[in-house]
């Protein structure tokens, strides 16, 4: 059964770092592309980054270009995403998910997304 766990969520002031990692089981990262999202209350969720199963092929919201970088674990089955320089408005509920699409297509329309984690929160104040 596939199953996605998030952590890394935490509080930290704006220019920090935080390191989310994505515990996939029951799917190969192989097969899979792999994206996170970011909710904030009264906003629908929207691509932050992913990164593509067969060829590791990157995609970013252009807001977060230079700032975060997505990576990935094979022989742990995990999905990094690694955020720099922090500002307030990258606050939210980071989300982990899992489909068979393309990139580029979960990004147009994250409703389509199959498989979700249950979020971890990332706070950015002073």
């Known amino acids: 059964q596939l199953q996605l766990v998030e952590a890394g969520g935490d509080s930290v002031q704006p220019g920090g770092s935080l390191r989310l990692a994505c515990v996939a089981s029951?799917?190969?990262?192989?097969?899979?592309?792999i994206g996170w999202f970011r909710q904030v209350p009264g906003k629908e969720r929207e691509g932050i980054s992913c990164i593509s199963g067969n060829d590791g092929k990157t995609l970013y919201k252009e807001s977060v270009k230079g700032r975060f970088t997505i990576s990935r674990d094979k022989g742990k089955n995990t999905v990094y995403l690694q955020m720099n320089s922090l500002k307030p408005e990258d606050t939210g509920v980071y989300y982990c998910?899992?489909?068979?699409?393309?990139?580029?297509?979960?990004?147009?329309?994250?409703?389509?997304?199959?498989?979700w984690g249950r979020g971890t929160q990332v706070t950015v104040s002073s």
């Open positions: 998910g899992a489909d068979i699409r393309i990139c580029e297509v979960i990004f147009g329309d994250t409703t389509i997304v199959e498989n």
């Open positions: 029951g799917i190969s990262l192989d097969w899979y592309v």
